[in-house]
């Protein structure tokens, strides 16, 4: 069983020794890292990786790659067979990042590898991203469920007034369901793109297309029955957590705004 696990990236950086692993560069640097294979080859849309981020990546892995089992994860944030600290060096965590052997084992039980899911506990998901994001694509995606897949509308009203989602955009799965999932997700977000107008969007909010996906991926799960385990992600690079809750908590107070 051939397993590809790519590894998405901008930068030329340590990654996981199992072989399993494949690099993948995305973004739009005229230098090709060794090793790597790149986003803009084969059947692609590496020029939308300014608005879809690692899912560049993910179109790539769909179109071209043949592997048994497929998956996406990132440079910073790898699945992890146990848990990790803030007080865990960097280095030590590769210890404990997913293995092939393991993966065989839980594939053998479960359909789909993702990520512990991230608790808002205040707050639902709609209001998370409310208070972070333009919402304008996430009305418009509603309305190409509803007009395009209206089996999956209510799943969708009913994960953005959950206080979980399984984001980051990063799964491990057998070939026919990541195909699947993917040939659903683009055409759902190439539809959004031809209504969605970005041009007054910041850097950071035109990578919409790949801020609505994590939201999405919940939807397809549960709409196709699919038997998921979660895992616990490992950071592979020191983490600014001071910084990160300041500027959450800032948002939720409406004293950033969305730009």
Not at 197 to 204: A, E, G, L, P
């Given at each position: 069983?051939?397993?590809?696990?790519?590894?998405?990236?901008?930068?030329?950086?340590?990654?996981?020794k199992?072989?399993?692993?494949?690099p993948?560069?995305?973004?739009?640097?005229?230098?090709?890292?060794?090793?790597?294979?790149?986003?803009?080859?084969?059947?692609?849309?590496?020029?939308?990786?300014?608005?879809?981020?690692?899912?560049?990546?993910?179109?790539?892995?769909?179109?071209?790659?043949?592997?048994?089992?497929?998956?996406?994860?990132?440079?910073?944030?790898?699945?992890?067979?146990?848990?990790?600290?803030?007080f865990?060096?960097?280095?030590?965590?590769?210890?404990?990042?997913?293995?092939?052997?393991?993966?065989?084992?839980?594939?053998?039980?479960?359909?789909?590898?993702?990520?512990?899911?991230?608790?808002?506990?205040?707050?639902?998901?709609?209001e998370?991203?409310?208070?972070?994001?333009?919402?304008?694509?996430?009305?418009?995606?509603?309305?190409?469920?509803?007009?395009?897949?209206?089996?999956?509308?209510?799943?969708?009203?009913?994960i953005?007034?959950?206080?979980?989602?399984?984001?980051?955009?990063?799964?491990?799965?057998?070939?026919?369901?990541?195909?699947?999932?993917?040939?659903?997700?683009?055409?759902?977000?190439?539809?959004?793109?031809?209504?969605?107008?970005?041009?007054?969007?910041?850097?950071?909010?035109?990578r919409?297309?790949?801020?609505?996906?994590?939201?999405?991926?919940?939807?397809?799960?549960?709409?196709?029955?699919?038997?998921?385990?979660?895992?616990?992600?490992?950071?592979?690079?020191?983490?600014n957590?001071?910084?990160?809750?300041?500027?959450?908590?800032?948002?939720?107070?409406?004293?950033?705004?969305?730009?």
């Amino acid at each position: 069983m051939k397993k590809s696990v790519f590894v998405v990236s901008h930068k030329n950086v340590a990654m996981p020794k199992d072989d399993m692993y494949v690099p993948i560069q995305v973004g739009q640097s005229d230098e090709n890292f060794l090793g790597y294979i790149r986003d803009n080859t084969g059947e692609n849309i590496a020029s939308k990786n300014p608005n879809y981020c690692e899912l560049t990546a993910q179109y790539w892995a769909w179109k071209n790659s043949k592997a048994d089992v497929k998956g996406l994860v990132h440079y910073r944030r790898l699945f992890g067979t146990r848990s990790s600290s803030i007080f865990t060096a960097v280095e030590a965590r590769y210890k404990h990042v997913l293995d092939s052997a393991t993966l065989e084992k839980l594939l053998s039980s479960y359909d789909m590898i993702v990520p512990k899911a991230h608790n808002y506990y205040i707050e639902t998901a709609y209001e998370h991203y409310k208070h972070a994001h333009h919402t304008e694509g996430l009305k418009i995606t509603r309305e190409i469920l509803r007009s395009d897949y209206p089996s999956y509308l209510k799943k969708y009203d009913e994960i953005l007034n959950r206080r979980k989602s399984h984001l980051l955009n990063m799964m491990i799965t057998r070939k026919e369901l990541f195909d699947d999932y993917s040939e659903w997700l683009f055409d759902v977000l190439g539809k959004v793109e031809k209504r969605l107008d970005i041009s007054n969007y910041s850097v950071s909010e035109a990578r919409v297309f790949g801020y609505i996906s994590e939201l999405l991926l919940d939807v397809w799960i549960e709409c196709n029955s699919v038997n998921y385990v979660e895992l616990p992600v490992l950071y592979m690079e020191k983490q600014n957590y001071f910084k990160r809750y300041t500027v959450n908590l800032a948002r939720k107070l409406g004293l950033l705004q969305v730009k």
